[in-house]
């Protein structure tokens, strides 16, 4: 019986040698992972990630953020790196990595064996050792852990590819979030000067009036035209206030930090025509959603042949075990030398597995394929918005806005001639300013696209929906 003692007492060990050490350095590392995510940010937006663990790194970020936005009028490339360092919700997006990593390190680590030893004195024969070992789900951890594991980097990479997903969308909400709010204050200020030239006609219709000079009916039409734009002014004011408020959400700020400024006006067209021909390929290179879900088919794949091959352990319980006891005179007594329990459910056929395997595998695979026809016909798409809307912009600033500008010149001249009235000089400037307006807002619908262009190339699943 001494001879199964050094079996039982190294099983345990051995079980804890077969460990990877490897995997549980990479998955047990601080911010396992998160390298993966702050490389593929740079690549994706241009701007550093940050996953801050501790009260001194929440606080380290928040003074770099106020140093970066305090008072300052912040472009968008800024505002995209503010975000990806301070919006807690991506925080807790990377804390779901972390939470993955964990998973990874514990299917390393495998099942701990448990070692009881005993010694006492047994009956009134007097003195005598007793040994007793017992080794619980030891043989079943062997036999799977390879494959677990597997699994569990699966997984892992999943996590990594969805919180650079997280990360990529975060920075593409942030962007238009931006142009949006940037555009909504050049909307103001274009219908502020409109209103500035409206009240001047305002005050000289209410002086002619006084005068006899102009009827009532005249007067009425001054003043509702600079009464309709006082309440289009009053409403850019409050959309870019909203605005703004989204963008300061996004970008994780609140109490003293919300003390920043956005440009009057958006950036002018780029000289030349925009666009990715190349959008479709760079999509199937780069959209983390389809790397996820090719993970998911290897998922999948490992899950099932893992099951497969060891179904007839699945519901095992081993438990091997060993006691000797020797009494004063001599004499040798085994009481208990193995036990072994096998569980094995009648009803778990190879051909369900086989079944279960191959519908589970073909569900992924043409989700997968679904995926990508989606996401060429979107990268398809982007392109197209983005020369389109860059075209339609650049007509409205080439073609109609000067026309309009010609229109407005003309009538200035010809109420300083005294040739038109003052109405029919503020119903030109009414035209003047929805050109304007119109002008601005293709400019907008441009910047929007090359967002949505980068947006979709990288994928990624939004961090909340627009307002």
């Excluded at 007492?9 to 995510?37: E, M, N, Y």
Aim: net charge negative.
């Amino acid at each position: 019986m001494t001879g199964l003692k050094p079996v039982v007492l190294l099983l345990p060990l051995l079980v804890a040698a077969c460990a990877d050490q490897a995997t549980i350095a990479t998955a047990s590392a601080p911010r396992a992972g998160f390298s993966f995510v702050t490389d593929g940010s740079r690549r994706a937006t241009g701007a550093d990630s940050a996953w801050n663990q501790s009260a001194a790194e929440v606080a380290a970020t928040e003074a770099r953020v106020r140093g970066l936005i305090a008072g300052k009028t912040i472009g968008p490339d800024t505002a995209v790196q503010v975000a990806l360092m301070n919006n807690r919700g991506l925080q807790a997006a990377y804390a779901g990595l972390g939470l993955s990593a964990a998973d990874l390190w514990e299917a390393a680590i495998g099942t701990p064996a448990s070692l009881e030893l005993s010694l006492g004195t047994i009956g009134e024969a007097g003195l005598a050792r007793s040994l007793e070992a017992t080794i619980t789900g030891a043989i079943l951890d062997l036999a799977t852990r390879n494959s677990r594991t597997s699994i569990a980097e699966t997984h892992f990479r999943q996590a990594q590819f969805e919180a650079l997903g997280e990360t990529v969308a975060l920075a593409a909400e942030t962007r238009r979030a931006w142009i949006d709010a940037v555009a909504a204050f050049e909307a103001a200020a274009l219908i502020a000067r409109t209103q500035n030239t409206a009240d001047a006609a305002s005050e000289l219709a209410a002086e002619l009036g006084r005068t006899g000079a102009m009827n009532r009916a005249d007067q009425a039409r001054e003043h509702v035209f600079t009464a309709e734009l006082a309440a289009e002014r009053a409403d850019a004011r409050l959309e870019a206030q909203l605005a703004k408020e989204r963008l300061t959400r996004l970008m994780g700020l609140w109490e003293a930090d919300i003390d920043f400024y956005v440009p009057d006006a958006l950036p002018s067209l780029p000289g030349r025509q925009p666009g990715r021909s190349d959008a479709e390929r760079l999509a199937m290179q780069h959209r983390t959603d389809l790397a996820v879900s090719r993970l998911e088919l290897e998922a999948v794949a490992k899950e099932y042949r893992l099951e497969h091959a060891t179904r007839m352990l699945s519901d095992i319980e081993i438990v091997a075990g060993a006691e000797a006891t020797r009494s004063d005179d001599g004499d040798t007594e085994t009481e208990r030398v193995l036990d072994a329990s096998l569980e094995i459910p009648i009803y778990d056929t190879g051909r369900l597995v086989s079944r279960r395997a191959e519908l589970a595998y073909m569900r992924a695979a043409h989700e997968l394929a679904q995926q990508a026809v989606d996401a060429r016909s979107e990268a398809r798409s982007a392109h197209a918005a983005v020369t389109g809307k860059y075209r339609i912009a650049r007509h409205w600033r080439d073609e109609v806005l000067p026309l309009r500008r010609e229109i407005d010149a003309e009538a200035l001249r010809s109420y300083n001639g005294m040739l038109t009235s003052t109405f029919e000089l503020l119903s030109d400037a009414r035209d003047g300013l929805d050109a304007q307006l119109s002008t601005a807002e293709a400019k907008a619908d441009y910047w929007r696209a090359e967002a949505d262009l980068a947006a979709v190339i990288w994928g990624g699943s939004s961090m909340g929906d627009s307002e």
